[in-house]
């Protein structure tokens, strides 16, 4: 631990405690955790977990203890008001996903009431989203019926089957949501949120975009009001004035970056918001987009903090009611800023707290420095989507332990100082040694390189991926505090390990790219791989370049090389650009590439490299095309590091291979194979 890295580590960590710590008694963050009130319900702070589905409820739509144990653990954190994920109020046509929460009939109200007590028991307050998913449906989980909507226009991204409601079953859907605010409020929850928002059925009868109709739900303004109206006075008149009712709105659809004319723009959000507040709306939850422009609603890593704040405080200056800003609010000290600037009431995030459960508690302790915030990675929407269909729960890449408090909730700590020896310091590494250590092992980390992270320091590099440096943070700050012994600039030796008289070794050795040796030129002077590229080790300036490779890695090199004033071009084998990476992040890249002029090209398969020319066969027909470059970059995936891991299989008992030396993968696998196999040692 004398290297001068981890001496700068040690330093600036220190610092950051001295810093922060300089309250016992309060927090500093005054703003954030001064009381609130949403109606007549105080809250004991400002922060709110807003809904997202997590899709861990049973099977037959009750409250799983699954569900129950994923909220208890947020109530725990200190959260001030939790939302739960999008309810159902109508189980034959409104299914968003298999495992949902649902309050359409009588019977659901046990399930809700131990959910609610659950909550109350850990300090929390809670309130249940009431929602239907209209035209955003899936036609799959809805008796394979076309979906029900305002009208008939199909959404372009989910292309289910719709059709246009009769005027009776808008009446009737209407009722149902009334009748879910009465069951919910007989199970003991706090309040209901009626989800206006992200293009669901609410936000399409609001919008002229999805609202064609012609009867007393269409046309005008007051009538494209009056679904959210008749529901909102409903339940006033059920569940009594007294009852907390918030509503979600998206109040910019962004449709005008498609070209769309007639969808809700902020002024028309400001009309629709001050319209509630005067038939008895408590709160509004501002957000904005719709499935067809999803990254506003959930923003991709590429999105800064607080980018649309601006649309909740324009919210705030036309209304008297609080108002809760969800704008990818991430650190404590931002959003106690904007609370006392008079920005917003409330702060609102889902990913945030689906992240670290723990945030508020930190950020109340002083130690928000120790929060693990979310990247922005997506890989809970991707889990989620995919997770309609199979049932399967939505995973974070950064917790492992989200969604699965029910099957972790008893980590032993038996380590006895026992030694483990890991070798590597990536995520999968440091998450292992977190883990090891909290269980009272005593791990030791051997690292080839001068700095902990691995393959993260490769990417935070590419333009808007700073993000990714807070898990670096995170991860440095919990090896450091638990007090991991790291020993950097070392490979060591079988004699050298044996001396340690080791419980265990993990290897966590990475991965390399793959480099096609059957291809000529692969290793002439002008060919690089992207971690030349990413890791400084080669600066290209002004130069034409070809990045061979479309996957994630691939695109996010090729705009880190375009930022550089690079004219580069993309070069796929196979017929799409980005084939299996998620479609959020696919389109957040290409738009960005297609602001640099990046040419992205597909079915050219590399064949060769002569000096300056790449050879490509054009498939399916097999023409054969040259181009001209400067500098060519191959990025054509990994391979596992495996070197060493025979020969430590042949001399260790327990061995447990980890991260992309186990196979290449993303952060999620990273981070995952390194808790499981801590945690299960």
Not at 4 to 13: C, E
Not at 299 to 325: D, T
Not at 370 to 387: A, D, K, M, N, P
Request: with cysteine; proline share 3%.
């Amino acid at each position: 631990m004398d290297d001068l890295y981890m001496n700068k580590i040690q330093d600036t960590v220190k610092n950051i405690m001295k810093d922060m710590k300089n309250s016992e008694e309060q927090s500093i963050y005054k703003n954030l955790f001064s009381k609130g009130k949403i109606g007549g319900l105080e809250l004991k702070n400002r922060i709110v977990m807003t809904p997202m589905e997590n899709c861990l409820n049973n099977k037959d739509a009750t409250v799983s203890d699954e569900m129950i144990a994923f909220y208890v653990e947020r109530a725990k954190g200190g959260i001030g008001l939790i939302i739960t994920e999008v309810t159902r109020v109508n189980d034959e046509n409104g299914v968003a996903d298999r495992q949902q929460l649902s309050a359409a009939h009588d019977k659901y109200i046990p399930g809700l009431k131990k959910l609610a007590d659950a909550v109350h028991e850990n300090g929390g307050k809670i309130f249940i989203q009431l929602h239907h998913p209209g035209r955003q449906g899936f036609c799959e989980v809805n008796g394979n019926k076309p979906m029900m909507a305002p009208s008939r226009t199909q959404c372009n991204v989910v292309h289910q089957e719709t059709r246009e409601m009769t005027t009776k079953e808008a009446e009737g859907l209407v009722q149902d949501f009334i009748n879910a605010a009465c069951r919910v409020r007989a199970a003991g929850i706090d309040g209901v949120e009626i989800h206006g928002a992200h293009g669901y059925l609410i936000n399409q009868f609001l919008s002229p975009y999805t609202n064609k109709r012609t009867d007393k739900y269409g046309g005008s303004f007051e009538n494209r009001m009056r679904f959210i109206e008749e529901i909102v006075i409903g339940i006033r008149e059920k569940c009594g004035q007294d009852y907390p009712v918030i509503a979600r709105l998206s109040v910019d659809e962004f449709l005008r970056t498609n070209g769309v004319e007639d969808g809700i723009l902020l002024k028309d959000g400001i009309k629709i918001a001050k319209h509630l507040e005067k038939i008895g709306v408590d709160a509004i939850d501002v957000s904005a987009g719709i499935y067809e422009t999803m990254n506003v609603s959930w923003e991709p890593i590429s999105f800064s903090q607080g980018w649309k704040l601006y649309l909740a405080e324009e919210i705030k200056k036309s209304i008297n009611i609080p108002v809760i800003s969800a704008a990818v609010i991430r650190e404590a000290a931002y959003a106690d800023k904007i609370i006392g600037e008079g920005r917003t009431d409330f702060v609102g995030s889902a990913r945030l707290h689906f992240a670290d459960p723990e945030w508020s508690n930190k950020a109340r302790e002083n130690r928000a420095y120790e929060s693990r915030l979310c990247i922005s990675c997506l890989h809970c929407i991707e889990t989620l989507f995919s997770g309609v269909a199979t049932g399967n729960p939505v995973e974070c890449s950064i917790n492992i332990q989200a969604g699965k408090e029910f099957e972790y909730c008893n980590m032993k700590k038996n380590g006895d100082g026992r030694v483990v020896v890991i070798l590597g310091a990536g995520p999968s590494g440091l998450e292992a040694a977190r883990v090891l250590a909290m269980r009272k092992f005593k791990p030791i980390i051997f690292e080839k390189s001068d700095r902990i992270g691995g393959q993260l320091n490769l990417a935070n590099k590419p333009p808007k991926k700073e993000k990714i440096s807070w898990l670096i943070n995170y991860l440095q700050l919990q090896v450091h505090k638990l007090g991991v012994e790291i020993r950097l600039n070392k490979i060591p030796t079988i004699d050298e390990i044996k001396k340690l008289s080791p419980y265990a070794v993990f290897v966590a050795e990475g991965s390399s790219p793959i480099i096609p040796e059957s291809i000529n030129g692969i290793h002439g002077k002008n060919v690089f791989t992207i971690v030349d590229v990413l890791s400084g080790k080669t600066e290209i300036y002004n130069k034409k370049v070809a990045v061979i490779g479309s996957g994630m890695t691939g695109l996010e090199t090729a705009e880190f090389l375009a930022s550089k004033n690079n004219d580069v071009t993309v070069f796929e084998m196979g017929d799409n650009i980005g084939e299996g990476v998620f479609f959020q992040n696919l389109t957040d890249v290409q738009g960005r590439l297609k602001k640099h002029n990046v040419e992205m090209i597909t079915n050219h398969k590399l064949i060769s490299i002569r000096n300056n020319t790449v050879i490509f066969e054009i498939l399916p027909h097999g023409e054969i095309k040259e181009y001209d470059f400067d500098y060519i970059i191959i990025s054509l995936g990994t391979s596992p590091n495996k070197e060493l891991i025979d020969e430590i299989k042949s001399n260790f008992y327990t061995v447990r291979v980890i991260g992309d030396a186990e196979k290449p993968g993303r952060i999620r696998n990273a981070m995952e194979t390194g808790f499981e196999s801590a945690y299960n040692l």
